[in-house]
């Protein structure tokens, strides 16, 4: 079993930052490919980042290219996804997720999420 437990979101104002973490107990952390997703009420839940187990490859949604920057740290077993220049569209609840098999993760079926936590974007 693995444990998720984000942190960092909050209310920002728009062209604002912040910075969401994930903490991870239990198996080897550094065996997974880690993402984020997000989720707003009546739409399913989008893929914003990915990267590799071993932290050199990541990916990013068209819609936070340039803005949005994912990093991993094996020795700490967390998982940051840094936001700036955000935009009321960023609203959601942002999740934590972690998947043995990169395309099951990719695909939203990953073997772990998260609690999620909250970003709110105001204009």
């Known amino acids: 079993q693995v444990q998720l437990v984000e942190s960092g979101g909050g209310l920002v104002q728009a062209g604002g930052s912040l910075r969401l973490s994930c903490a991870a107990s239990g198996r080897p952390f550094s065996a997974y490919t880690m993402a984020w997703f997000r989720q707003v009420p009546g739409k399913e839940r989008e893929l914003v980042s990915s990267i590799s187990s071993s932290g050199i490859t990541t990916n990013y949604a068209d819609s936070v290219k340039g803005r949005f920057t994912i990093s991993r740290d094996n020795t700490a077993n967390t998982v940051d996804l840094q936001m700036n220049a955000l935009k009321p569209e960023d609203t959601a609840v942002y999740y934590c997720?972690?998947?043995?098999?990169?395309?099951?993760?990719?695909?939203?079926?990953?073997?772990?999420w998260g609690q999620g936590t909250q970003v709110t974007v105001s204009s």
């Open positions: 997720a972690a998947g043995a098999l990169r395309s099951r993760l990719i695909g939203g079926r990953p073997d772990y």
